[in-house]
């Protein structure tokens, strides 16, 4: 039985009438593009877009190893000069975060059928490939989406069956449908996840399913936070095909000019408004706009926080966690503690490969760089208050307990940062805005704090935020309890 699509779009956007544009400027953020045209016209702007971080002159050497193109490798340079001894060497797709541009991990390729990496994981890539496509949508990550749509063509999808993904969810399987919602609340609204939402895929996806698509949704919202954060200029040549030759059973639809994002939309989908993307109304005319702002809610009080984190005391996971002896043997020597083990651990290790990465990225994070310890406390903070993460809040409090920081100095994090210096409130609000949406957070913001932390500071704490978007998302979906 197909589940009628105004079941799902009600809840994720009213009926919308009428449209009227936004410019940003250095100091606003980047427009919501409203249909399918707008879209692409925005996605092909981002290839000349201006990088946010500056970097060194190129030496002789970089010069010549990138042929005498200094405008190619923006990002390759920036991770050697800010991210040295941090990052993997990992370029292209991956961001510091973790997580593959096509599935979040798990498996290689873009074409339906391909065999999974993890022996535990077995949804189909192009299927996590049109989730990446509607976690981008929803942070507005223009890169993410033309890079996903590139992938969705290579594996055989029409146009017409792409622009369904933004405003006609009732060309999918009703399970299907359940997932674009789910994937678009955990992007956006990820105070909001609750019990329901878990159960509601329970009746389509197993346990392990479930939890393959929390992976990988949190990868790419990691991916969609560092590409915006440091604001990544799309490739010249991405576009259509990209680098990939078109396979012998694609469609003639998929057939489309390499190199440009600028490809005929047809009229069924040409005035479309999407329903994917957070778009708001104006308040005085009632029209849509195309204006990015922050909708996450005001911060709760000090009170609220602590019966929060009391609750999370006492909830049951939503996911099942691996046995303690068991996910021993899975770490093998990647984990000395001899403490139990945490419950974020004994959730990861489901998946013997991509769980075990992402548990070795995220210590990674924690004991590498030149950010403090407790800069780098007081950033998951930050984050987790925007995400409502509390599992991850009582995890920082901890350790900022550890640190040295009273209860009263923690929750001064909630408050309008007066009592920090001018650097450590420019990180503190790079860290708020890329974690609340990757695009709330504004040029203006990122050249202040670039300004006043230096470039490096600066790459390290979005390079940080990123992880820890991931980290909320994986621990808050699954509805972990803190540890007694």
Same mark, same amino acid.
């Given at each position: 039985?197909? &589940? ?16 009227? !544009?936004?410019?940003?400027?250095? %100091? ?17 702007? =981002?290839?000349?877009?201006?990088? /946010? #971080? ?12 990138? +042929?005498? /193109? ?18 993997? !060497?990992?370029?292209? !797709? /991956?961001?510091?975060?973790? +997580? ?36 981008? /949508? ?33 060309? *999918? ?8 919602? *789910? ?11 609750? %019990? ?8 389509? $996806?197993?346990?392990?399913? #479930?939890?393959?698509? &929390? ?15 440091? !604001? ?12 990939r030759e078109p396979s012998p059973e694609a469609t003639a639809d998929a057939k489309l000019p390499r190199g440009t994002y600028l490809t005929p939309t047809s009229a069924a989908y040409t005035k479309k408004i999407s329903l994917v993307a957070p778009l708001v109304k104006d308040e005085k005319t009632g029209e849509v706009t195309a204006a990015t702002v922050n909708q996450r809610p005001p911060l709760e009080s000090r009170v609220v926080v602590e019966e929060k984190l009391a609750a999370c005391k006492q909830r049951q996971s939503r996911l099942p966690l691996v046995e303690e002896a068991a996910a021993r043997t899975i770490l093998a020597d990647k984990w000395k503690d ?6 974020? =651990? ?23 760089? %030149? ?38 100095? &923690?929750?001064?994090? %909630? ?23 990757? =695009? ?13 932390? +230096? ?8 390079? $940080? ?16 309890? #803190?540890?007694?």
């Amino acid at each position: 039985m197909r &589940i009628p699509a105004t079941l799902i779009f009600a809840l994720l956007l009213a009926p919308l009438d009428s449209v009227r !544009g936004a410019e940003p400027t250095k %100091d606003s953020p980047r427009p919501l593009p409203i249909t399918r045209p707008e879209m692409k016209q925005l996605i092909e702007d =981002v290839k000349v877009r201006k990088p /946010r #971080i500056p970097l060194p002159e190129m030496t002789a050497e970089e010069q010549e190893q990138q +042929g005498g /193109r200094p405008g190619d490798n923006y990002e390759g340079r920036l991770r050697t000069h800010y991210l040295k001894g941090i990052d993997d !060497g990992r370029t292209g !797709g /991956r961001g510091p975060g973790g +997580g593959t541009t096509g599935a979040g991990g798990g498996r290689a390729g873009g074409v339906r059928g391909q065999q999974p990496q993890d022996p535990n994981m077995t949804l189909d890539n192009a299927f996590k490939v049109e989730l990446f496509w509607i976690v981008s /949508r929803a942070n507005n990550c223009q890169y993410c989406i033309g890079h996903q749509e590139s992938k969705l063509l290579a594996a055989g999808l029409t146009e017409d069956r792409i622009a369904a993904l933004d405003s006609n969810w009732s060309e *999918f399987k009703p399970e299907e449908q359940l997932a674009f919602a *789910f994937a678009r609340k955990f992007s956006f609204e990820p105070h909001l996840l609750s %019990d329901a939402d878990i159960d509601g895929l329970r009746k389509n $996806y197993t346990d392990p399913q #479930i939890l393959e698509m &929390i992976l990988s949704m949190a990868g790419n919202n990691s991916i969609n936070r560092w590409k915006e954060g440091v !604001g990544v200029p799309q490739r010249k040549d991405e576009g259509g095909y990209s680098r990939r030759e078109p396979s012998p059973e694609a469609t003639a639809d998929a057939k489309l000019p390499r190199g440009t994002y600028l490809t005929p939309t047809s009229a069924a989908y040409t005035k479309k408004i999407s329903l994917v993307a957070p778009l708001v109304k104006d308040e005085k005319t009632g029209e849509v706009t195309a204006a990015t702002v922050n909708q996450r809610p005001p911060l709760e009080s000090r009170v609220v926080v602590e019966e929060k984190l009391a609750a999370c005391k006492q909830r049951q996971s939503r996911l099942p966690l691996v046995e303690e002896a068991a996910a021993r043997t899975i770490l093998a020597d990647k984990w000395k503690d001899t403490a139990p083990l945490p419950n974020w =651990v004994r959730l990861l290790v489901t998946f013997p490969r991509t769980g075990v990465s992402r548990i070795t990225t995220t210590i990674s994070s924690e004991e590498k760089g %030149d950010l403090t310890p407790l800069l780098k406390a007081q950033l998951s903070w930050i984050v987790a208050r925007q995400d409502r993460a509390w599992y991850t809040l009582a995890l920082t409090q901890k350790r900022l307990h550890e640190l040295g920081q009273s209860d009263d100095q &923690i929750f001064a994090l %909630d408050g309008n940062w007066k009592e920090f210096t001018p650097r450590e409130q420019a990180l503190f609000v790079v860290a708020r805005q890329l974690g609340a949406s990757p =695009v709330v957070l504004t040029d203006a913001e990122v050249a202040k704090a670039v300004e006043l932390a +230096g470039p490096q500071d600066v790459v390290q704490a979005i390079s $940080y935020t990123t992880n820890r978007a991931a980290f909320n998302r994986i621990t808050e979906a699954a509805g972990l309890p #803190i540890e007694k």
